[in-house]
């Protein structure tokens, strides 16, 4: 886990065309109500919420309240692995001074101060630990785990993988979406491929590696997701 850069956005702005980092961001949003838009999926973000965007991941943002935005680049490793793609945290009061105070220590340090990087890895293990104190239905939790223990099976096939769950296939599949925002297999290809960028970004493993590493028995699909 490293921090590389930390920048204010402050216009209140209405839209951001289309654009990529070759790092993780992570957009912390001050004030607002903003839609995220990234791999044909939208995302509703609000003001003291943090949504996380992948390396190489194309996104763009609209807002009808104007916004003010704080941007981190960053990489993040293993121990992250419940800060994926499209991941929404929501700040407590207490607790949003800290991106203020990241960025103040950015802007005065000539280099990454160790006082920067201690603030940013607390703000990703307050991240962390938001998302997994969530009061998340029983069942979808079930799912969420199952898929996070397994989505780099590549015979892995979601409708047959919950029948442990006491509940009609129909009915459970409307109710991780409505608990995550996401299908069960949205949800499964979003967390591979930002497990991918993130081994892309991280290693010199070549792309079949990768593949093969995150669930995709096809490294010519797997390229394309691209």
Same mark, same amino acid.
Not at 18 to 34: C, D
Not at 93 to 120: D, Q, T
Not at 177 to 194: I, K, V
């Given at each position: 886990?490293?921090?590389?850069?930390?920048?204010?956005?402050?216009?209140?702005?209405?839209?951001?065309?289309?654009?990529?980092?070759?790092k993780? @961001?992570?957009?912390?949003?001050?004030?607002?109500?903003?839609?995220?838009?990234?791999n044909?999926?939208?995302?509703?973000?609000?003001?003291? @919420?943090?949504?996380?965007? *992948?390396p190489?991941?194309?996104?763009?943002e609209?807002?009808e309240?104007?916004?003010?935005?704080?941007?981190?680049?960053?990489?993040?490793?293993? &121990?992250?692995?419940?800060?994926?793609?499209?991941?929404?945290?929501?700040?407590? @009061?207490?607790? #949003?001074?800290?991106?203020?105070?990241?960025?103040?220590?950015y802007?005065?340090s =000539?280099?990454?101060?160790?006082?920067?990087?201690?603030?940013?890895?607390?703000?990703?293990?307050?991240a962390?630990?938001?998302?997994?104190?969530?009061?998340?239905? *029983?069942?979808? &939790?079930?799912m969420?785990?199952?898929?996070?223990?397994?989505?780099?099976? *590549?015979?892995?096939?979601?409708?047959?993988?919950?029948?442990?769950?006491?509940?009609?296939?129909?009915?459970?599949?409307?109710?991780?979406?409505?608990?995550?925002?996401?299908? *069960?297999? @949205?949800?499964?290809?979003?967390? #591979?491929?930002?497990? &991918? #960028?993130?081994?892309?970004?991280?290693?010199?493993?070549?792309?079949?590696?990768?593949?093969?590493? =995150?669930?995709?028995?096809?490294?010519?699909?797997?390229? #394309?997701?691209?």
């Amino acid at each position: 886990m490293r921090f590389y850069h930390c920048i204010k956005f402050e216009e209140n702005w209405l839209f951001s065309p289309e654009n990529k980092q070759n790092k993780t @961001e992570l957009l912390y949003y001050l004030n607002g109500s903003v839609t995220v838009k990234m791999n044909g999926a939208e995302y509703t973000v609000r003001g003291g @919420e943090m949504i996380v965007i *992948p390396p190489n991941v194309s996104h763009e943002e609209r807002s009808e309240t104007g916004i003010n935005v704080i941007a981190i680049l960053c990489d993040f490793d293993r &121990s992250c692995d419940v800060l994926t793609e499209g991941t929404i945290v929501r700040f407590p @009061e207490h607790m #949003r001074p800290l991106f203020n105070m990241l960025l103040k220590e950015y802007e005065h340090s =000539v280099v990454i101060s160790e006082a920067a990087e201690s603030i940013f890895e607390l703000i990703i293990h307050f991240a962390q630990y938001i998302v997994r104190a969530r009061d998340v239905n *029983p069942y979808v &939790s079930q799912m969420l785990k199952f898929i996070r223990g397994n989505y780099t099976d *590549p015979d892995l096939i979601l409708k047959d993988s919950f029948s442990f769950i006491p509940m009609a296939p129909d009915y459970l599949r409307r109710l991780f979406s409505a608990e995550t925002g996401q299908r *069960p297999h @949205e949800y499964l290809e979003n967390m #591979r491929l930002g497990r &991918s #960028r993130q081994l892309l970004s991280a290693t010199n493993d070549m792309i079949s590696e990768v593949a093969y590493k =995150v669930g995709y028995s096809d490294p010519i699909y797997f390229a #394309r997701r691209f």
